[in-house]
């Protein structure tokens, strides 16, 4: 059974031509990258009634504030966080660098078929028939040998900064667990994979990089599909820029506006099945803008990779029947490879009782095009 993300998914290659349009300096949009219909759910932006909980992390009530947030809207900011404004620029600084470098340069670095590191399209490009309007740059591990290609004499500043920001971002994400798992009434003793120290020190994580360059009619084009994460939570950075929208309640898209210093938590598809359904993974997409350049880095958190995750057992009775097998996250990425918004009804095991509709559902709703 792998134990590495790349071995998990090297089962499963993803061929997408790399060697894509060089999006920052045409006019129009190319019918290649043209979205037929993007009006699956409407998006309110300045009319939304309500927006996306912005929870203080010094705050004493915060386990409470974000299981209510998880269970609503499956996202929220956080502030007080930890995390230094000079890393944030820093590591916003050099994803510019990364992305402003000449398409020839960036494909030396272009992540293979069956790897999961380096330069491309979103791995989910494949299974549309449109190219979103973004590129990206995935870090799986030591960032050294793709920044090696794109930087021969230069990669130093690179690594240091993504190491440095990884090492912030799981000891966050640790935290961010236990204030999710205590609005659960979850401990250490329910949870043995945390490690002896609780600190969730065999966690696996994926840095990814995405920039999404201004487009000349953005209606008409998608930066990043609609998606949930494979993972247990995401930490995402975004720049001044706007482009993160959420579904909510099934039925309309929010933007989740751009605040200073904050980050972005998403609820993904291992923690639906952790929490039995309680915390459903929230489908999100990001749209792009006529003027102006948005990046965003996003920490994409799990746990070891060969480790089983199943509905916890103090959320499980009779009126609460497991909802989900057990998977690992190695074997729920090889399937959300294969099937991508199909992976999560996949490992469900029985409807849910109460009646809720789990947000899987409606990813089969949404019109890709
Ligand atoms: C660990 C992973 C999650 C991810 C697939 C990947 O192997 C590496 C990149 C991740 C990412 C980032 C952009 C959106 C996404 C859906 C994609 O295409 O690649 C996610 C994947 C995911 O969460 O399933
Ligand atoms: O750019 C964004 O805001 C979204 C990125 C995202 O969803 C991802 O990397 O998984
Ligand atoms: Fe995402």
């Known amino acids: 059974m792998p134990s590495r993300l790349s071995d998990a998914l090297r089962a499963h290659p993803v061929h997408i031509n790399h060697n894509h349009l060089d999006l920052e300096s045409v006019r129009e949009v190319p019918d290649s990258h043209a979205w037929p219909q993007l009006s699956d759910y409407p998006s309110g932006d300045l009319f939304d009634a309500e927006s996306v909980p912005v929870i203080d992390l010094t705050d004493l009530t915060a386990s409470k504030l974000i299981g209510h947030a998880c269970e609503t809207w499956g996202v929220f900011q956080v502030t007080n966080h930890g995390i230094p404004m000079h890393l944030l620029e820093d590591v916003e600084g050099e994803g510019r660098r990364l992305f402003s470098l000449p398409a020839q340069q960036k494909l030396k670095a272009a992540r293979s078929p069956d790897g999961i590191s380096g330069y491309g399209l979103a791995r989910i490009s494949s299974f549309f028939p449109k190219r979103m309007w973004s590129e990206g740059f ?9 920044a090696r290609k794109l930087w021969p ?5 690179f690594c240091d900064v993504m190491e440095d920001y990884e090492k912030e971002m ?4 640790s935290r961010l667990m236990w204030l999710m798992m205590g609005s659960l ?5 329910d949870m043995k994979w945390a490690g002896p120290k609780g600190d969730f020190g065999s966690a696996s994580a994926v840095l990814q990089l995405n920039s999404y360059p201004p487009c000349p009619d953005p209606n008409r084009a998608m930066g990043l599909a609609a998606h949930t994460d494979s993972t247990l939570l995401t930490v995402l950075h975004q ?4 482009g993160l929208q959420v579904l909510k309640d099934g039925v309309r898209w929010v933007t989740v506006p751009p605040l200073s210093g904050a980050l972005v938590v998403n609820v993904g598809d291992l923690l639906q099945i952790l929490s039995n359904g309680r915390y459903p993974s929230v489908l999100h997409r990001a749209v792009v803008h006529r003027t102006r350049h948005r990046l965003s880095i996003a920490y994409l958190y799990g746990p070891p990779m060969n480790v089983q995750i199943s509905p916890l057992s103090k959320l499980v009775d009779l009126k609460h029947p497991p909802l989900y097998r057990s998977v690992t996250w190695s074997e729920y990425l090889s399937t959300k490879a294969k099937h991508f918004n199909k992976a999560l009804s996949s490992v469900r095991l029985c409807a849910p009782l109460n009646g809720f509709v789990e947000v899987n559902d409606h990813h089969n709703r949404v019109k890709v095009g």
Request: aromatic share 4%; glycine share 8%.
């Open 153 to 157: 004499e230069d990669y130093n500043k």
């Open 138 to 146: 995935t870090i799986a591990g030591s960032p050294i040998e793709h």
């Open 239 to 242: 720049n001044s820029t706007s």
């Open 185 to 189: 009434g979850i401990t250490k003793e």
């Open 170 to 173: 799981k000891k966050l994400s």
